[in-house]
């Protein structure tokens, strides 16, 4: 099994840790506790928390990190589509499903969705309710409201407001 390793990045309203291999991320998520890094730091961790940093600024609308997370094939695709929402934009959970070529799969849409290990990075914050409510968030609703308000300044040009 490969090694892990971690390192945490703190942000104005976020605690956020990130763990990678050697090679590519592997997870990103919020938490509570400011932890210590692993005595390694791979420049793939160097590369998540400076492009997790310039996001937070407002100066980055795409990340460009080497990711695999953990998960079923379908949870993959989900991932993979959900990095298409464009910086700025939601998509309905109804819109996913529709995306993945079968409306009926909108429940396990949601909760591949729900199970994303890299926050941010794969912005399954983009996915909305149908009548536009803020429906779960892992990182919590708070993390995703701010998530989207920060998207929406940046794509609208109104970053002097943070």
């Given at each position: 099994?490969a ?18 291999d ?71 959970y ?69």
């Open positions: 099994m090694e892990y390793f971690k390192t945490f990045l703190k942000t104005t309203n976020h605690v956020l840790k990130i763990e990678s050697e090679h590519a991320i592997k997870a990103i998520s919020f938490v509570i506790v400011f932890g210590g890094p692993s005595d390694i730091q791979p420049k793939i961790l160097e590369q998540a928390q400076q492009q997790l940093k310039e996001y937070f600024e407002g100066n980055r609308r795409e990340f460009t990190l080497k990711l695999e997370p953990l998960g079923t094939d379908f949870q993959k695709k989900v991932w993979a589509l959900l990095c298409k929402i464009p910086f700025g934009k939601t998509w309905t109804a819109e996913m499903a529709n995306k993945l070529g079968d409306p009926k799969v909108i429940r396990a849409a949601a909760s591949a969705n729900g199970k994303n290990p890299v926050a941010i990075v794969i912005p399954c914050h983009r996915v909305i309710g149908t009548n536009g409510s803020l429906t779960g968030y892992a990182g919590g609703l708070e993390n995703k409201r701010y998530l989207l308000d920060l998207e929406n300044r940046v794509a609208n040009g109104v970053m002097e407001l943070f």
